[in-house]
């Protein structure tokens, strides 16, 4: 391998260490963190020197190549100074904080293609550790700076370039770019408009389906929080084929916390502003997303977070929810409720789930009574904790007919009411046109008589 290749290599791992050392920051207390830095500068060093040493150079006498102690940490403060690419990501965070360079300046050196690789990945902690604050106003503050600088496109592009190119460091290299970009999108509606007009969703949806486990944990985190009540950018995710990629991954995996986290990615998802069935439900539907949900509405950890989704769903729209009962979302949801083994929480939610079936559906409300879940519900409505009582008394106020004043009472009352209602009209109708009838055959045998009158005068 050359001197260049080898002095590549030496930075690209480099890069990755320092990505690693970052990464594992939380767990290491302060002199094992600073040793580690020393260590690094040390290798960075002695990568800038096996880089140098690429370019042929003729033997000087040795007397002229000898300095004091002082000239060389001299020189080396000075070389510093003037090349920051030997800097860490830290000397990047202190260079913004005195105001001696700016967001432009810093997003500028991610986007240069001659810059070195671990240098690039010093710039994206730095960034990261800008705009993560644990001040609300600080971190907005510096979101919107870093959003106007084009920080969202430069790392698009990054993770564009980290996935097609091999010579990239990968893993924590990625999922820096991708915590970044969460950090930057996650409360500011702007850079969430930012991050959907660059196309990120469909470079995203890539690490979803094809990264390390580790990877497609932050870039489904990502996605959520892009999209949620964001309505161009759901758009835009169903548009990339997101919704494509996480029905299929949520049909396809045993992980329970890999589930977990795709059904985050959907519940957020479809957090809209507009009223009707969000975009990404309707999307999910057509991918054939109601069995997978039925499905995981009976698995331990997973059930809850099911249900809410499917709930969101078809919730006020009744085209989704007959599309829910026709896949047996019915006998499902009985199922989870009736039985005793399960949560609280998750019979809760199932009731919730069968009081909104019910509710405007007087078949789906009398299949529903007919499975026997009127006397459990009225068990669990005193269940004592009552933290789960309101989803309980919200389904016996939509399906029990029989309790005084209940939703579903009124609304057999009303119906009753337009029946009867009906029924007045029609035999209303009926009346009327019997005595139409009767006048015009009155009038037709009163017609002759008077014609024959009327032709003798």
């Not at 970009?181 to 660059?198: C, I, P, S, W």
């Not at 045993?254 to 809209?272: E, G, H, P, T, W």
């Not at 009398?366 to 269940?383: C, D, N």
Request: proline residues 3%.
């Amino acid at each position: 391998m050359s001197t260049h290749a080898n002095a590549r290599a030496h930075k690209d791992a480099l890069g990755t260490l320092a990505a690693l050392v970052f990464d594992k920051k939380s767990s290491m207390n302060d002199q094992e963190y600073l040793e580690a830095n020393a260590a690094l500068m040390k290798l960075r060093e002695t990568a800038d020197a096996l880089a140098r040493s690429n370019s042929a150079v003729p033997a000087v006498n040795a007397t002229n190549t000898e300095r004091s102690t002082a000239e060389v940490a001299r020189s080396d403060s000075e070389e510093s100074t003037n090349n920051p690419s030997r800097q860490n990501f830290e000397w990047y965070v202190m260079q913004v904080n005195d105001n001696a360079i700016t967001a432009v300046d810093l997003v500028s050196r991610l986007q240069r293609s001659d810059e070195l690789r671990h240098a690039k990945v010093d710039v994206v902690q730095a960034i990261y550790e800008l705009v993560y604050s644990d001040s609300d106003s600080v971190g907005t503050a510096r979101q919107t700076e870093f959003g106007a600088a084009g920080a969202i496109e430069a790392l698009a592009s990054e993770l564009a370039l980290s996935h097609d190119d091999p010579t990239y460091p990968l893993g924590i290299y990625q999922i820096k770019l991708l915590a970044t970009l969460d950090v930057l999108v996650r409360f500011h509606a702007t850079n969430k408009e930012r991050f959907g007009a660059a196309r990120a969703f469909r470079v995203v949806t890539r690490f979803v389906r094809y990264g390390t486990p580790r990877v497609e944990k932050v870039a489904t985190t990502l996605l959520a929080n892009a999209s949620f009540q964001h309505d161009n950018n759901q758009e835009a995710m169903v548009a990339a084929g997101t919704v494509e990629a996480i029905v299929e991954l949520m049909r396809e995996a045993s992980d329970i916390d890999r589930v977990q986290s795709f059904l985050k990615l959907l519940y957020k998802a479809v957090c809209n502003s507009k009223l009707g069935v969000p975009v990404v439900g309707r999307a999910a539907v057509e991918q054939g997303v109601i069995p997978v949900l039925l499905r995981l509405a009976g698995v331990r950890h997973a059930a809850v977070k099911a249900m809410e989704v499917l709930y969101k769903i078809f919730d006020d729209d009744e085209a989704m929810r007959d599309k829910v009962v026709a896949e047996g979302g019915i006998r499902r949801m009985t199922d989870v409720l009736k039985d005793p083994a399960n949560q609280l929480e998750e019979r809760a939610m199932a009731a919730k789930l069968l009081g909104e079936m019910g509710c405007r559906a007087p078949a789906n409300r009398r299949a529903i009574v007919a499975r026997g879940v009127i006397p459990v519900l009225k068990e669990l409505q005193e269940e004592p904790t009552g933290r789960s009582r309101n989803f309980f008394e919200f389904a016996l106020s939509r399906l029990d007919e029989e309790a005084v004043d209940s939703i579903a009472a009124r609304e057999v009352a009303r119906a009753r009411e337009a029946e009867a209602k009906s029924k007045a009209l029609e035999e209303k109708r009926k009346h009327t046109a019997a005595r139409r009838k009767e006048s015009v055959e009155r009038m037709e045998r009163i017609r002759p008589p008077i014609a024959k009158k009327r032709a003798r005068k």
